[in-house]
């Protein structure tokens, strides 16, 4: 099945100056409106996440699903479906993120995609990846590269700080992690991509500069977990990949599931959200640069208190007796919108809803709801990114080999206490007791994933090949487990 590369719009096209524009780098609501999703879920050909699905998640994770899952923030997928179905089958996946570090400061936009991946790794108990596209900022700002690579370690500590779990993450920066395979797969990857086919996807033109328009396999590549050695082997196919970012990233992936049966990978699994509003009205996302439509991971409650109070659109009538009538208008308030995000207790938010809409509740009011919700979540932060230390940035930053197994499940702390004939055996840089490629039986795989002869994988082949992946992470796992028990 082809995921649409190609077919998408040129989004620099003088003639659709009244369309929406979204790209990584650009976005846009058509004129005089916000962002129309479902048009965005059809140009991108992506489907949407409905209730049966969310259920799923709960049901296969015994968990409740995040509020952001909940209340449709996160409302698009790709193959979601079928990492829900590889996970209850018993077979591994991870999460890929990232960010761009383009300013020290972060948003309470930004912290959305971060908090959404914690619970999705808590939730299903997997590893995660989180890539720092220093290189990015620097071929699209007007920054220097030293500069980028700075950012890139400052918004690590306010990565850190929403929790994630060290044992369990990698985190890297692209300048510095680039002489490693994830190269080898940017190079296999952009020998699949030709210059008209980014155009299409991306919007590039001939005034692009040469790094941008090389840029897109730099994001495509940590979507194989060979790119991974010290986490997940150097197997391509040791692991499906479930990506968690906002909708404008999806033409990287889009790109990336196209190549993927080529260079014999896994198509990524994708599950992405909508964009956060400004606090000046929504067409668009929040942007770092307008400090009046932000509000700052850093900002104090004073701050907080006067920007809401100033500048968020209010969806509440001219006079009070007007508004006692008519109600505010929940679909432009986004005091109300960003309740919807932050507030956790679903029936104190219906009921603010309720009371809103009817005119009992004035707009003031909504607003110093807002705020008492906006200040504990940023002085959380702050003190959060405040305990991080270098020794943490350098845990997660580490590419130290890690034990393979303990990355799933509630295998427990089972890394330095290793037996040595399960060390004896690994390469060095390599994870401890990942799955190889002949353990996998690439052949079967390749053939299933490619699609190049049209036939999906045979249900006896598919057998096979499961429990030879089940054996084999029951022996890494039995051997960590040994191993720890020797070691206590
Ligand atoms: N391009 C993204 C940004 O500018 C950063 C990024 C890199 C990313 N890899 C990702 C985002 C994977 C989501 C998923 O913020």
Redesign the pocket.
């Known amino acids: 099945m082809m995921d649409g590369v190609g077919d998408v719009a040129s989004p620099d096209a003088t003639s659709m100056a009244r369309e929406q524009v979204v790209t990584?780098?650009d976005v846009e609501g058509a004129e005089g409106g916000g962002i129309d999703y479902a048009k965005l879920v059809r140009d991108f050909g992506c489907s949407t996440i409905d209730a049966a699905m969310i259920e799923r998640v709960e049901r296969v994770t015994g968990t409740r699903a995040h509020p952001f899952l909940r209340r449709g923030q996160f409302f698009a997928h790709r193959e979601l479906d079928l990492i829900l179905d590889a996970y209850e089958r018993g077979e591994k996946f991870y999460l890929?993120?990232?960010?761009?570090p383009?300013s020290e400061s972060l948003h309470l936009g930004?912290l959305i995609?971060f908090q959404f991946t914690k619970w999705l790794q808590d939730a299903f108990k997997v590893p995660l990846v989180?890539?720092?596209?220093d290189d990015?900022?620097f071929l699209w700002k007007d920054l220097t590269l030293e500069e980028c690579e700075r950012l890139a370690r400052e918004n690590a500590k306010d990565i850190i700080a929403c929790g994630f779990d060290p044992k369990r993450t990698f985190i890297f920066s692209d300048v510095s992690y680039m002489s490693t395979p994830l190269y080898k797969n940017m190079m296999k990857i952009a020998k699949c991509v030709t210059l008209n086919q980014v155009k299409g996807i991306f919007g590039f033109t001939g005034e692009s500069n040469i790094g941008q328009v090389g840029f897109p396999p730099?994001?495509a590549a940590?979507s194989f977990p060979d790119c991974f050695p010290h986490m997940f082997g150097e197997s391509k196919t040791s692991l499906r990949c479930l990506?968690?970012?906002?909708i404008d990233?999806d033409p990287?992936?889009r790109m990336t599931r196209d190549v993927a049966p080529r260079i014999g990978g896994y198509k990524p699994a994708l599950i992405e959200s909508r964009f956060f509003p400004a606090l000046k009205g929504e067409s668009g996302k929040m942007s770092a640069s307008d400090a009046t439509s932000a509000i700052y991971v850093t900002d104090t409650p004073k701050e907080i208190k006067s920007k809401v109070n100033k500048y968020a659109f209010s969806g509440g009538q001219q006079t009070v007796e007007e508004h006692r009538r008519l109600g505010g208008n929940l679909d432009t308030d986004i005091s109300w919108k960003w309740l919807n995000f932050f507030l956790d207790d679903d029936e104190e938010l219906a009921k603010i809803g309720e009371e809103y809409s009817s005119g009992r509740m004035l707009s003031g009011e909504i607003k110093a709801k807002l705020i008492d919700v906006l200040i504990p979540i940023c002085t959380g932060h702050q003190e959060a990114r405040a305990r991080v230390t270098d020794e943490d940035i350098e845990q997660f930053f580490s590419t130290k080999p890690r034990v393979f197994a303990s990355l799933f499940g509630d295998m427990g702390d089972v890394a330095g206490a290793l037996d040595e004939a399960t060390i004896a055996n690994t390469k060095p840089g390599v994870a401890i007791g990942a799955p190889t490629d002949a353990k996998i039986e690439k052949k079967g795989l390749e053939k299933a994933q490619t699609g190049e002869d049209g036939g999906a994988i045979s249900k006896s082949q598919l057998k096979k090949q499961l429990k030879e992946q089940q054996i084999a992470a029951k022996k890494a796992a039995k051997a960590a487990e040994k191993a720890a028990g020797q070691a206590s």
Request: charged fraction near 10%; hydrophobic fraction near 25%.
């Open positions: 990584p780098w890929y993120t990232g960010r761009g383009s930004h995609p989180i890539q720092l596209t990015e900022k730099t994001q940590p990506i968690p970012c906002a990233q990287y992936f």
